[in-house]
């Protein structure tokens, strides 16, 4: 049958198989909200019919400033199935690259939660396309503001009808739009079609993927505005599982396990520095999550030592690897029965793979002369990728097919596995030969004393570049000294790749997605003096 893919198709199927599972929603003053996903749907027609009444035209750029919660879900829901864009913005950003983006995108209208109201007023001036604002709010929360006929999103829900005949789309249709920020240049948007969402959203749903079940409490600590929480709003709604939305207190690991606890979440997905934060509260406050059996650790390299420590909380940390031009997600490592019959040091490197491709992504490496390295789990290369939800080119730009260049560097092993080993602008070169900066920051954050590693290419008079090793330790007053890391890491890594150098700070930078920013050390450390 001929039947187009589509964001609405997931909204009837949830409704009719998980009509009473519920939505819950953490708030900044603790409150909680519930409430069931037949009921989210009505307030999801309720919004379309809340775009219509304000003239937001059929196909316009939707922008959304806010955190994981009910209200963001319904327009997730209310946007695309209108056959609007939702553009989920990140408003950690640069405020010079969030005014970009909203200029770059025309968005029509802007959906705020109210802490970024400010942000929002300062770039009012240039934001010429953006006919509406709204406030994403309760009357009575609607804070003193500068913008012209700021709206309140409760406001307008109270007086719109419930019922909305979503329109026939073509499954190619754009339904969701996201800025990557590079590390030159202004940021680029990534279309997402209702087709490669739904696939995508089927793919990570297989058994030996994400696999979510009915019975699953599906809590995303990534914010929907970092691909829409790889996937969640739409892929719980695909097999009808609970979502727990944990607001802007993601970074607050107290309240996530708290939240952890009350809510009874299985299934939970972050970058590892979330799981950092998760990790070492648990350890203080000595509580536990029995609840949570696995978890997902993306969007960065995740070092063994933290998924050994989540291991020891009884959560299984699986890698899983994408970027935002995937929706977002290409390759992942549940953990198989046979990785028990691995001897120790197999299992470590085996749980450490960025995982299996996904069915519907396919992938090759190439050498540095454009021909294709062996899958031999050892040697590395460029890694490219094709697939339905592999991104064609950027917002406003001209199209691409064929093969996607990752600008990640990584090994493919003979059952498959993926592993990604750096990304190239962050690979050392010394003396002509690659230096793989994860593999030392890994062998590194396995010292007790180590709370965040970073290592950087740093320039070198004689051999162009060195790895200069950057520690946060958890007890700056027992701090190990440079000899004694590199006595640490002698047998671990080749002898040549020992960090020539050691630098001390308090945090390590991060990015806007929370990822340690290596574009920021290497500016920081760009005259670096060797000792
Ligand atoms: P973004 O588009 O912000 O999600 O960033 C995508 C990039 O994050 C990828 O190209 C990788 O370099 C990195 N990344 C994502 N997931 C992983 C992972 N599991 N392990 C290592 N790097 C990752």
Redesign the pocket.
């Known amino acids: 049958m001929n039947f187009n893919l589509g964001i609405a198709a997931i909204m009837r199927y949830a409704d009719q198989v998980a009509a009473d599972t519920e939505i819950v929603s953490l708030f900044a003053d603790e409150r909680v909200h519930r409430y069931t996903y037949r009921q989210a749907f009505v307030r999801v027609r309720q919004l379309a019919n809340v775009l219509d009444e304000l003239n937001v035209p059929g196909d316009a750029r939707v922008g959304t400033l806010a955190w994981n919660d009910h209200r963001h879900f319904e327009l997730h829901y209310a946007v695309p199935a209108s056959g609007r864009v939702c553009h989920t913005i990140n408003p950690k950003l640069f405020a010079e690259q969030v005014s970009y983006i909203i200029r770059h995108a025309q968005d029509d209208v802007l959906f705020i939660d109210p802490q970024f109201l400010p942000l929002v007023e300062s770039l009012q001036a240039e934001l010429t396309s953006v006919r509406h604002f709204v406030a994403l709010c309760a009357h009575d929360e609607l804070p003193p503001s500068g913008l012209p006929n700021l709206l309140c999103y409760e406001d307008l829900l109270a007086t719109a009808a419930d019922s909305y005949t979503w329109p026939e789309l073509d499954e190619q249709r754009a339904c969701g739009l996201c800025y990557?920020s590079g590390t030159t240049g202004n940021p680029k948007g990534v279309l997402t079609s209702h087709r490669s969402t739904v696939l995508h959203g089927m793919a990570q749903n297989m058994a030996d993927q994400v696999g979510l079940r009915a019975i699953d409490v599906v809590m995303p600590l990534v914010p929907m505005f970092?691909?829409n929480a790889w996937g969640m709003p739409y892929n719980a709604a695909m097999v009808g599982a609970k979502l727990v939305l944990p607001g802007p207190r993601v970074g607050d690991a107290g309240a996530m396990v708290k939240l952890i606890r009350d809510e009874a979440v299985t299934f939970s997905l972050g970058v590892p520095t979330l799981w950092a934060n998760i990790s070492q509260y648990l350890n203080a406050s000595d509580q536990q999550i029995p609840s949570l059996k696995r978890a997902v650790?993306?969007?960065?390299?995740?070092p063994l030592s933290l998924i050994q420590a989540m291991g020891q909380h009884g959560v299984a940390l699986e890698?899983?690897?994408?970027?935002?031009?995937m929706n977002?997600m290409g390759s992942y490592n549940r953990y198989q029965p046979w990785y028990d019959t691995m001897d120790e040091e197999d299992r470590d490197r085996q749980v450490l793979k960025?995982g299996r491709a996904l069915f519907g992504v396919e992938m090759r490496l190439l050498d540095e002369a454009g021909e294709p390295v062996a899958h031999d789990g050892i040697a590395s290369g460029a890694l490219q990728v094709r697939g339905p939800w592999v991104s064609s080119g950027y917002y406003g730009q001209d199209t691409r097919d064929g093969w996607f260049d990752?600008?990640?560097v990584a090994t493919l092993d003979s059952h498959g596995y993926m592993q990604?080993t750096d990304?190239i602008k962050d690979l050392i070169k010394s003396g002509g030969e690659w230096i793989c900066s994860?593999e030392i920051e890994n062998a590194v954050m396995a010292h007790p004393g180590i709370a965040q590693a970073a290592v950087i290419g740093v320039e070198h008079p004689r051999w162009s570049e060195r790895p200069l090793l950057v520690i946060v330790c958890r007890d700056p007053e027992h701090a190990p000294d440079h000899r004694e890391l590199i006595a640490f890491l002698e047998g671990k890594i080749p002898k040549w790749w020992l960090p020539d150098a050691c630098e001390y700070l308090r945090e390590l930078p991060h990015t806007a997605?929370g990822?340690v920013s290596k574009k920021s050390l290497r500016e920081q450390f760009a005259n670096y003096a060797w000792p």
Do not use: F, L, Y
């Open positions: 990557t970092h691909v650790t993306g969007g960065a390299a995740c890698n899983g690897w994408g970027m935002t031009e977002p960025s990752t600008g990640d990604i990304r994860v997605t990822k």
